[in-house]
């Protein structure tokens, strides 16, 4: 069995809100495992008046203008190079940029329409309860995305560092060695994934560091950088 305690708390002098999971689960061999959760988000308020608020909501309208004009140039870039666009890995980038650009777009939209419901919600029935924890997931999924943007942009930028005789060079290394790099990363990926479901499979209900996916992936990792702080096995029962 399993005890599942959501809520969320709110700062009103920052706006802040807070969703808070805390699991406790039983597994077979009795141990408890517990998970903790706990997830800050903003809700914008694209009806505030004043002048923060209107600057805040001035900076959204140019993202969404900028996102629109990036979208018609790449669209004009395809029309224009056709089965030429895929050959170039910058090409490529870009593409993937822009996809995940507008994912980011699609998530801020579900974001503010499911908080306007949730808020509808809880001023009509504050007694009940309100699942702010979905917005909380779709915040947390914005993030990482918005995580991904960066790292392409940044990678953007090393274009221009082909001026330099060394960076050209390298780069030529790069792409002859890139087919055994890629031979080579997916065997490592499979016997990675591997070690990962067995340790996910066998120790899941009764370690924490195995719990799910993610914790799996995390000590595999730690494993293999020889990281083997917080990876011991504490059920000495699942051992026998």
């Given at each position: ?6 809520l969320t708390t709110f700062n009103p ?228």
């Open positions: 069995w399993s005890v599942i305690v959501e002098d920052i706006s802040l809100l807070c969703s808070i999971s805390v699991i406790f689960e039983v597994s077979q061999l009795g141990v408890v495992n517990t998970s903790l959760n706990a997830h800050s988000f903003l809700l914008a308020d694209f009806n505030r008046k004043n002048s923060a608020d209107s600057a805040e909501n001035y900076l959204y309208l140019a993202i969404f203008i900028f996102f629109l004009a990036y979208t018609v140039d790449e669209v004009y870039v395809i029309t224009q190079e056709r089965t030429a666009y895929v050959q170039s890995v910058y090409n490529l980038l870009n593409f993937a940029l822009k996809c995940i650009f507008t994912l980011w777009i699609v998530l801020f939209f579900r974001k503010h329409f499911l908080a306007i419901g949730i808020v509808q919600a809880y001023r009509s029935n504050p007694e009940d309860f309100i699942p702010f924890h979905a917005v909380a997931q779709v915040d947390h999924t914005m993030r990482v995305i918005l995580g991904f943007l960066v790292f392409l942009t940044i990678l953007k930028t090393l274009r221009y560092s082909r001026v330099f005789y060394d960076v050209r060079l390298a780069q030529r290394a790069i792409q002859i060695a890139l087919p055994g790099i890629c031979h080579m990363a997916l065997v490592v990926s499979v016997y990675f994934f591997v070690f990962m479901a067995f340790g996910y499979l066998v120790f899941g209900q009764h370690e924490w560091n195995y719990s799910d996916m993610i914790h799996a992936t995390q000590t595999m990792f730690s494993y293999c950088v020889s990281a083997f702080e917080n990876t011991e096995f504490f059920n000495n029962r699942v051992l026998g």
